[in-house]
């Protein structure tokens, strides 16, 4: 089914989101996959703060190619999800309510959606240039000298994403590839 | 009698490949998508397509790259035993190369100067090069970008004489299966089997630069990659991971003697943004 949503996102929105909905995305979302992750354990582990807050906010697991002229970034399609899952469910507990990525989740990851009522979405992988098209904004927040890595705030319009996780557990890779499974 | 090559001109058309490759799929990958949309039975897998479809229209027209990830080049040099290079050496022209294209380009700098200390080179440099010599005057140059999505699923088998063709066919099969959604789906599968532990390993590498579509030569390892890719796009995975009939594109083999006590196997998996593109100068 498709559905739009805003971000940051609420409980009402989430709790309506079923694992293979067609979602569109408006609003503002923050782009971190592993060097960023990687900094905001070790601030965490010092008791310092994050560089965004995470409250009900979506982090987009992103690497950006660089911007031309006029453009407010390159192409942008999604990063493998599994190399943030070792810092995920922290994040998870502190607050952050979606994340899109691509690619297969933990156990612990998915223990953590449902714990918190949150959601994984999937971005179409390879899809750069399309989903660059769906960003309007784009400001480099923080780890700026993480190059493609720093965490960036994006403002998105339609940006087409997939639910795989949703808030009750249910996992759209689990149950997807069965349907069409003849081996 | 040898022919004179400027190193120069190596550098020049590397720079050229690596930005034209990440702009505009080869006209095999291409086509392999737009027969996959007509054919593929998922709802969903079929919007997925489209939309990489539209991917591959958008990245030509408004000069972005078709996906951020731009890669670490890989370059395969076949060297005429009869060229002379001129003007610097040959490795230093190649990744001369690369960082202009990458820089020009506006690709991504994707490539960390040590494994362990991980930080950005800043410039894509340096590339994976893979020279051979062979007979002529001529320079076939290859270029192949791989991104990390399906690189990271890639996989090596040393298997027993023993396990023989089946143990090759679950060998690939279990890869594609372990990627998964990872690789972004619909993939091509390059396969090396024969050789040693590194010959494999480059030989499924240089799989994924034949045209989508051709096959082995050989007639048996022929069947068997159609055999493999009919079993693959049974799986289930689909495009995207999100279910459909159309997991893979293409499987491609290649072999090579072994030794006596051994059948490795090497599984490289490429995803759906397949780049090569390959000059002869």
Redesign the interface.
């Known amino acids: 089914m498709d559905k739009k949503i805003h971000a940051p996102l609420d409980a009402g929105q989430i709790r309506e989101l079923r694992a293979g909905d067609y979602v569109y995305i408006s609003g503002i979302i923050y782009s971190a996959r592993d060097a960023a992750h990687k900094r905001m354990q070790e601030a965490l582990d010092k008791g310092e703060p994050l560089p965004i807050d995470l409250n009900n906010n979506i982090i987009y697991y992103l690497g950006p190619s660089p911007a031309r002229e006029g453009r407010p970034i390159g192409s942008a399609g999604p990063t493998t999800a599994s190399r943030m899952d070792k810092y995920t469910p922290r994040l998870l507990d502190l607050g952050l309510k979606g994340m899109i990525g691509k690619g297969k989740r933990t156990k612990e990851v998915q223990e953590a959606i449902v714990r918190n009522k949150a959601v994984y979405f999937a971005a179409v992988g390879g899809a750069g240039a399309l989903l660059s098209k769906r960003i309007l904004s784009s400001e480099v927040i923080a780890y700026e000298d993480l190059g493609t890595e720093a965490i960036r705030r994006l403002e998105v319009e339609n940006f087409p994403v997939v639910v795989v996780i949703d808030s009750e557990g249910n996992n759209l890779y689990e149950t997807a590839a069965e349907k069409y499974r003849r081996i | 009698m040898l022919r004179e090559v400027h190193v120069e001109e190596l550098t020049e058309h590397i720079k050229e490949m690596c930005i034209q490759v990440n702009y505009q799929l080869s006209g095999d990958m291409e086509a392999a998508l737009n027969r996959a949309a007509q054919e593929e039975?998922?709802p969903?897998g079929r919007?997925?397509l489209c939309?990489?479809e539209?991917?591959?229209q958008?990245?030509a027209q408004?000069?972005?790259?078709?996906?951020?990830?731009?890669g670490m080049a890989v370059i395969f040099l076949e060297i005429g035993q009869d060229v002379h290079f001129v003007g610097g050496t040959v490795e230093n022209a190649v990744n001369e190369g690369v960082r202009r294209g990458y820089a020009e380009g506006?690709?991504?700098?994707?490539v960390v100067g040590d494994p362990l200390e991980?930080i950005?080179t800043?410039d894509n440099t340096p590339g994976v090069i893979h020279m051979s010599v062979v007979p002529g005057d001529k320079v076939k140059i290859t270029v192949a970008p791989k991104?990390f999505?399906s690189e990271?699923m890639s996989r090596i088998f040393m298997l027993k004489p023993a396990d023989g063709i089946e143990g090759v066919k679950s060998c690939v099969l279990s890869a594609v299966e372990d990627a998964?959604?990872?690789a972004?789906p619909p993939i091509v599968v390059g396969v090396g089997i024969g050789g040693t532990f590194e010959k494999c390993a480059v030989m499924a590498k240089h799989a994924l630069t034949r045209e989508c579509g051709r096959h082995s030569e050989i007639p048996h390892v022929k069947d068997l990659e159609e055999e493999l890719l009919e079993?693959i796009n049974?799986?289930?995975?689909?495009p995207?991971?999100?279910?459909?009939?159309t997991t893979a594109f293409a499987v491609n083999i290649e072999t090579y003697p072994t030794h006596i006590a051994g059948l490795p196997v090497a599984v490289c998996i490429c995803?759906?943004?397949n780049r090569h593109i390959t000059r002869e100068i």
Do not use: Y
């Not at chain 2, 995207?240 to 009939?245: A, E, I, N, P």
């Open positions: 039975e998922s969903l919007q997925i939309q990489l539209e991917n591959l958008i990245a408004d000069r972005i790259p078709i996906c951020q990830d731009t506006f690709l991504r700098k994707s991980r950005n800043k991104g999505g990271n998964g959604p990872n972004c079993k049974k799986l289930g995975i689909g995207g991971g999100l279910g459909g009939t995803c759906h943004v």
